[in-house]
């Protein structure tokens, strides 16, 4: 009878989060036929998860808790949602790109950063864009992103003996998570973004929140974590800046540490390949370098690092991959 019910949840939940997400992508520009079939496969599959994964019953229980946040925010989802559309509607009538970023520190920041990604008003630089980042990947992965996210969860051990750098921590949303389920070890998380770091400070307790550039962390840091996190980063990067974080990240482990990540699938990770998907996807949600991303040789990129490939994995979506740094001695 539980799982009846936990099945029924499912169905309406994965089913009222991707109907909202491809509403609002038709209507800033058509889908065509092939990607409406690429749309009822990813449902499919997003159904398929939520049954494997709710199986789980210390994992539903959390996450159900988890949930009441969602309802807290919701009445704010539709008014946003429509100013979004509007803005990806003016910069497909303008045939602009990307809307002027404009720092409002003295940070140096990446020029690749001064991007709206997300087609977010001032891209990572603004509280708006903070606050609704979430939200935006709850609909965009129709309600998945916690279980995907469970995959890194599953990867550290339960305890608080670690020490966990997250590069590009965002809002940190994982790590309430993290600790619901065993993982209280002492965290730190690193971000461009003053405003995400905000609320990341406000929303995560128990953790350290800093300003950094991924590509050059603190040099003091070098050998002091057990394990480096990375959810979701990678993909939003040019190649040459992929390959400094993935060096800093084997800088900072210790020996036999490890860099877990959690990211976008490649086209290595995909049976049957169409060349549209990556395409379409720097179109729609305004992420220039993901064609990159696709093609860029991961395991080659931790080999000139020092790490060795441990487990690649196909997570839903996502493909998780974990490093390893030699042992001392």
Known sequence: MLLTWLKVVAYFRVNAYGGVAQLLWWTTLPMTAVERGHWREWMRASLILHWKMLRRPELWRVLFGLGWVELLVAPLMPLVALIDVARVLYKRRAGLQSLRVRPRDTFSYPEYY????????????????????????????????????QAVIDALPRGDSLEVLDLGCGTAAW?????????????????????????????????????????????????????????????????????????????????????????????????????????????????????????????????????????RKGVHHSVLLTGRKASAG
């Open 114 to 149: 001064l991007h709206d990604f997300h087609h977010q008003p001032n891209g990572g630089l603004s509280l708006r864009s903070a606050l609704a980042y979430d939200w935006q990947v709850r609909f965009l992965f129709a309600g998945t992103e916690r279980l995907m996210r």
């Open 175 to 311: 790590l309430t998570q993290a600790r619901a389920l065993g993982r209280n070890h002492r965290y730190t998380g690193v971000d461009l973004s003053p405003e995400y770091l905000r609320v990341a400070r406000v929303c995560r307790r128990g953790g350290t929140f800093l300003q950094a550039n991924a590509e050059e962390l603190p040099a003091a840091w070098e050998g002091r974590f057990d394990v480096v996190v990375s959810i979701w980063l990678l993909h939003e990067l040019p190649s040459a800046a992929i390959h400094r974080i993935i060096r800093e990240a084997a800088r900072v482990l210790r020996p036999g540490g490890r860099f877990i990540f959690l990211d976008a699938k490649q086209r290595v990770d995909h049976a049957a390949y169409d060349p549209r998907i990556p395409a379409n996807f720097m179109d729609y949600f305004a992420e220039p370098y993901f064609a990159g991303w696709v093609e860029l040789d991961l395991e080659a990129a931790l080999r000139d690092a020092g790490l060795s490939l441990e487990r």
